[in-house]
């Protein structure tokens, strides 16, 4: 089979015409701000919706908001080969995280139908509703909802304006009371397999515009709240202190010393020091922690070594601490099969590839849970992601979108 070519200036163009939902043209650099469920988002909503009718798919939008586009396959019954990522983004994020997926997909789909191609499966095309959970503290709302992992309890979160998940997706016009209809069985689902770029380095280091993923790291989320006491700075001397900014400095470094030795990753990206005077013995302190790893058990034994230390040094420096679990995902490991099947597709393009493991969460975190998973890893400049100066090349672009159509295309046949 020879492979097929995309329309690369199509691709482009549609990613530059959703983009212009969610930019202020007076503040390009300031790049795009399109959080789930929020009028920019509605409107790129509705140009996704036409786009797909134009390019001979299907639509169809779930109780959630997840629109679907489907090619309908020769046997319409067979299960589905699904692709898709989100076009949500972060407060002030790039261009390409989540649309290139969706968008790319839609080239890959349009171009199989333009050419007068009729798969045995059908292919769907999905926007899942809100990955990033920027605007209600919690992602992956629509791919949760597709693969039943979805509860009442997401929806009850509010945004910074008190309103719920639950009133946004009413007042977008869906219909969450029936949100467990939008699961679908594993049986209906063959494959899922998402294109997206890096948001690292590695592939710009190693020379390549394509990769495709191994494993999916999850990451758990923790809140670490100190008690000590708020005393005064000349009066108190050392030894009489229950310093709590102390603590959270040395429970930092625990966290630091649990991901090296466990061979994962760990950050503490949010501090608080209170009372927050100068002269002041800080009372309170309390910090976030994201810890990941591509092996659940591996993640467990690293917050469990993390609690031991916490607890050690909480006894020592007369602080009591709190340890929360903000959020839990289940790391993922990308389905062998699909993975063989993606480089052979690469070496039938000749385009160079390589494996590679993924540190960003993703909606193939959640789909992992219905069916055979796999990512097609786009090279980004620079690493750089969730940022206006996120950028993979149109030719990147390309290369990519064409390694996902001829995926596409093998597992629908
Ligand atoms: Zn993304």
Redesign the pocket.
Known sequence: MIALKINANRLWESLDKINQFGRNPRYPEKGNTRLSLTIEDLKARQYLINLMKESGLKVKVDPVGNICGRLEGLNSQAPVIMTG??IDTVVQGGRF??TL?VLGAIEAVRTIHELGITPLHPIEVVSFTD??GTRFGTGYIGSRAISGQLDDSVLKLKDDQGISLYEALKLAGYQPDLYKDCMRKKSEIKSFVEL??E?GKVLEENDLSVGIVTHIQGPVWLQVSLTGSADHAGATPMYMRKDASLAMAEMMLAVEKAAIEHSGVATVGKLEVLPGGVNIIPGHAQFSVDLRHIDKQKRTEMLKSFKKDMETISRERNVDALLEIKKEVDPAECSTTLIEIISNVCKQSQISTMTLQCG?G??SLMMNDRTETAMIFVRSQKGISHNPLEYSSLEDCAKGTEVLMNTLLKLAQ
């Open positions: 990522s989100h995280d989540g997926g990955e990033e997206h770029i948001q960003a993703h909606d």
